[in-house]
């Protein structure tokens, strides 16, 4: 796990630590030494620490003026035993929520495993974004049946034409009109 790096394609585009809106501004990763590591494994430096044992992060994109944000994972998303979202959506989410962000495309192509528990952070999130959406993409099949059983296609958009993105082929903002129009279409 240690050899799987947070996209730096958009990089000079967008540092969330070098944007004082954003949660993670400031925040430096000692590329010298792994510091982090999920049941034992040590992951890239440069993923950003949310206070969860099991999940880490990276912002990669955040547009003020559309109000959009694009956050890739890495880890196991568990809610049962480490409350994961609430980690995720009092140190990240609502940050991000105060300084107009609407619309996220969350990544989880290196989400191995999904423990779920209450939805009520997720239901929370979904009232926080009333005009927006909250968009899965790229996460693996058995993520997704695990997200469907605790209902979290309530909140969240994933599964079907979003899951077909290639979007490290994108630039962000084609990347949020691209799932935007996606959902606009889920949505008739």
Same mark, same amino acid.
């Given at each position: ?6 996209? /730096? ?29 999920? /049941? ?22 955040? &547009? ?23 980690? @995720? ?10 300084e107009g962000i609407t619309h996220f495309i969350l990544i989880g192509e290196n989400v191995f ?20 959406? %909250? ?9 997704? &049946? ?7 296609? /309530? ?9 077909? %993105? ?20 889920? @949505?008739?």
């Amino acid at each position: 796990m240690h050899t799987i790096e947070p996209f /730096y394609n958009w990089i000079d585009q967008y540092s969330a630590t070098e944007d004082p809106r954003s949660p993670l501004y400031g925040a430096e990763n000692n590329l010298m030494e792994y510091t982090h590591n999920i /049941y034992g494994y040590y992951i890239h430096p440069q993923w950003d620490d949310i206070e969860s044992e099991t999940l880490f992060l990276k912002i990669l994109f955040v &547009d003020y003026d559309l109000g959009f944000g694009v956050i890739q994972f890495i880890g196991e998303w568990n809610d049962t035993l480490h409350n994961d979202i609430m980690h @995720l959506k009092r140190n990240i989410i609502d940050p991000m929520v105060q300084e107009g962000i609407t619309h996220f495309i969350l990544i989880g192509e290196n989400v191995f495993n999904f423990h779920g528990s209450d939805d009520s952070y997720y239901e929370e999130w979904f009232e926080d974004v009333e005009d927006g959406w %909250i968009a899965a993409i790229c996460f693996q099949d058995f993520v997704l &049946d695990e997200m469907k059983q605790y209902n979290l296609d /309530y909140y969240i958009n994933f599964g079907g034409t979003l899951e077909q %993105i290639n979007w490290r082929t994108l630039e962000p903002r084609l990347l949020f009109n691209r799932v935007g129009n996606l959902i606009q279409k889920r @949505l008739g």
